[in-house]
């Protein structure tokens, strides 16, 4: 069992950037690829980022990529998305996921989800 606590979210200006974490409970954090998702209003979640357990490969959607970046810490049970020049389109609410393959986020599927946390940029 694994539970998923995202923070780090807020409001940002266009060109901003923010940091959103993800904090696991559980001693098979190690064991699990990562991800993140986002869901916007009126729009089904898709896929943002995912990581594989050992850190050592990255996955991301298009609309994100050279723009935002997943990383994680299995000492600190924790993964992290990186998210530089914000845009208003990227305003959703992003969930964090664990799941046992990345193959398996990359599709939209997840085991286990975090609540959410809000982020949104304004133009």
């Known amino acids: 069992q694994v539970q998923l606590v995202e923070s780090g979210g807020g409001l940002v200006q266009a060109g901003g950037s923010l940091r959103l974490s993800c904090a696991a409970s559980?001693?098979?954090?190690?064991?699990?690829?990562m991800g993140w998702f986002r869901q916007a209003p009126g729009k089904e979640r898709e896929f943002v980022a995912a990581?594989?357990?050992?850190?050592?490969?990255?996955y991301y959607a298009d609309s994100v990529k050279g723009r935002f970046t997943i990383s994680r810490d299995n000492a600190k049970n924790t993964v992290y998305l990186q998210m530089n020049s914000l845009k208003p389109e990227d305003t959703a609410v992003y969930y964090c996921?664990?799941?046992?393959?990345?193959?398996?986020?990359?599709?939209?599927?997840?085991?286990?989800w975090g609540q959410g946390t809000q982020v949104t940029v304004s133009s």
């Open positions: 996921a664990a799941d046992s393959t990345t193959r398996a986020l990359r599709a939209g599927s997840s085991t286990y």
């Open positions: 559980g001693r098979t954090f190690s064991s699990y690829a």
């Open positions: 990581i594989t357990w050992s850190g050592g490969n990255t």
